[in-house]
């Protein structure tokens, strides 16, 4: 059975850091771009950092250019999203996705497998 479970998530005061993984089981992530997406209450899925197969290349939504990092480790099969500078408004429930055409973007339409989320919360 092909799943992704996230963690990571939790409570963290404005300016503050965490890192939340996406971690595979049933496949191999090698082959797949692996998203981070979030979604606050009241709004729509938003599309937060992206990651190629071979972790070569990276994608990040303006918001969190410069604060967040996106990692992999295939050997662990495993995805990383570092996030520092924390913002109230990075509050959300935070998903990874698997996309098996590896297109590359942010749109979550393109992604096949998901992780069930993770929440954060930015408060203090």
């Known amino acids: 059975q092909l799943q992704l479970v996230e963690s990571g998530g939790g409570l963290v005061q404005p300016g503050g850091s965490l890192r939340l993984s996406c971690a595979a089981s049933?496949?191999?992530?090698?082959?797949?771009?692996i998203g981070w997406f979030r979604q606050a209450p009241g709004k729509e899925r938003e599309g937060v950092s992206c990651i190629s197969s071979s972790g070569g290349s990276t994608n990040y939504a303006d918001s969190v250019k410069g604060r967040f990092t996106i990692s992999r480790d295939n050997a662990k099969n495993t995805v990383y999203l570092q996030m520092n500078s924390l913002k109230a408004e990075d509050t959300a429930v935070y998903y990874c996705?698997?996309?098996?055409?590896?297109?590359?973007?942010?749109?979550?339409?393109?992604?096949?497998?998901w992780g069930q989320g993770t929440q954060v919360t930015v408060s203090s």
């Open positions: 049933g496949f191999t992530l090698d082959y797949y771009v």
């Open positions: 996705a698997a996309d098996s055409l590896r297109g590359g973007s942010l749109d979550a339409r393109e992604y096949d497998y």
